[in-house]
């Protein structure tokens, strides 16, 4: 099969021939490439080309059994094939009461996936990233050799794979330790904020009193209100906090979605009345402080509730420009936001969080500091805005995610990813003819 891919954003599509492949497969495969080489591919969620190899090969791992173990010192860890889906992997560990330890925005992301874009969520200000959570992991190099590494066994091989978008080898199978927690529901402060300067001095003073932490953004406030917006501070719930449905069925797990997009309208229904219209919306019916308890689909995946709800974008798609910059570098974040506003651009996916410490992945992308993710409609004029804010990015210090990327420039690239010599050595190392490919990383001269 040889299908036209493209990443969630729906851009840039190439072709591939898709394989499906067990992990007993995996090593034959690797040892006998075909042209054009091999990159494995998940649920298809990096919105830009790093799950594309055109004219070679996409690996698509199955899942396989989950198992939920303890280490010696008791803490819980599970097992997990790397084709398995968080949305799987929830729902084996809510019915052992633990949750996993970082989820992203979309609980239809694999293992093998959360590792390679070394994903974070709402807490990384205090756990950090996915990839610091893994134990070890079952790794397939372009030889055809299996690897168990981990952050103590092998930690050049492991900290290169975590954050390397798949580009290190094949993952197989991921052990990760899992997060005990008293109900599949979450208790949730929300506060409506009149300024990007009121919300960062909010998040900084509060935000290491809650385990959760995110704000959306409304892009098309300008003056006085730039960057107005709704902060959301949540904690796992106690049954004890539960009352009503939650409370009869304190442990139900997420849901497949009952609605969905069935069709791309040709001009899409993301247009700049409807964002401004949205944005005003959602930002006056938010309490001006509250709290209240919310699943744990409707507080960390409410975009998963509609299936293909990409195609609001129509058939041009389109582009998510997630930025993180120092600590230090808060105006960054401020002309960001009025270079936005100032070319009205719409995006009514607009979210900040805060970063805590790094991690040593020589790609993964946080760094302390703040992380802002935009959703806009592809088209012409996004170039020269986001060219602008690259140099903005770049100037303070920060840089792109990999995983949200479909356009950076090498030289960019490298700007951003002090360390893209190290792993480009490595590379060349472990996969000195070219095995492990991808769109992505011809773009970058990975």
């Known amino acids: 099969m040889t299908p036209l891919l493209t990443g969630w954003g729906r851009t840039a599509p190439s072709a591939a021939t898709l394989v499906e492949a067990a992990v007993a497969d995996v090593p034959a495969l690797l040892r006998d490439p075909p042209d054009r080489g091999v990159i494995a591919r998940g649920l298809g969620r990096s919105y830009g080309d790093a799950a594309q190899n055109a004219g070679g090969t996409v690996l698509v791992p199955i899942a396989g059994p989950t198992t939920i ?57 205090r756990d950090g990233t996915f990839g610091e959570q893994v ?25 290169a794979t975590v954050g390397g978008m798949g580009l290190t080898g094949v993952i197989t199978s991921v052990t990760l330790r899992a997060l005990p927690v008293e109900s599949a529901y979450v208790t949730v402060r929300t506060e409506r904020i009149g300024s990007l300067d009121a919300l960062m001095r909010t998040m ?40 009503g449905a939650a409370a009869r069925h304190p442990w139900r797990a997420p849901q497949p979605p009952r609605l969905s997009v069935p069709l791309t309208p040709p001009g899409g229904l993301v247009s700049r009345p409807a964002v401004r219209a949205f944005n005003e919306l959602w ?96 088209g012409p004029a996004l170039g020269p805005l986001f060219r602008t804010l690259d140099r903005l990015v770049v100037e303070a210090g920060g840089r792109l995610y990999l995983a949200k990327d479909s356009r950076l420039s090498p030289e960019t690239f490298d700007l951003m990813y002090e360390r893209a ?26």
Request: charged fraction near 20%; proline fraction near 6%; aromatic fraction near 6%.
């Open 135 to 159: 134990v070890s992991l079952d790794l397939v190099t372009a030889d055809g050799g299996l690897h168990s590494i981990g952050p103590d066994t092998d930690p050049v091989l492991f900290w």
């Open 283 to 378: 930002f006056r019916k938010a309490p001006r402080e509250g709290v209240g308890v919310e699943s744990i689909a409707s507080f960390f995946h409410p975009l998963d509730h509609v299936a293909s709800w990409n195609r609001l974008y129509g058939r041009g798609g389109l582009v998510q420009y997630q930025l993180v910059v120092p600590e230090h570098a808060e105006n960054a974040l401020t002309e960001a936001l009025r270079l936005l506003s100032d070319a009205g651009q719409p995006s009514f996916l607009a979210v900040l969080k805060r970063f805590g410490a790094t991690n040593p992945g020589l790609l993964s992308f946080p760094v302390p500091g703040w992380t802002l993710a935009l959703d806009l409609p592809a």
């Open 421 to 446: 010599g190290e792993f480009r050595k490595l590379r060349r190392e472990l996969d000195p003819n070219g095995v492990l490919q991808s769109d992505l990383a011809r773009r970058l001269s990975l």
């Open 69 to 125: 173990h303890r280490a010696a010192d008791g803490t819980p860890l599970v097992t997990a094939a790397s084709g398995t889906s968080l949305h799987d992997l929830m729902a084996a560990l809510l019915a052992a009461r633990l949750f996993v330890p970082v989820t992203p925005g979309t609980r239809y992301v694999t293992l093998g996936g959360a590792v390679a874009a070394d994903i974070h969520g709402k807490n990384h200000h």
């Open 204 to 243: 900084r003073e509060h935000d290491d009193e809650h385990r959760y932490s995110v704000a959306w953004i409304d892009t098309m406030a300008r003056g006085r209100s730039l960057g107005r917006s709704v902060l959301t501070r949540g904690d796992h719930a106690t049954e004890a906090e539960l009352t």
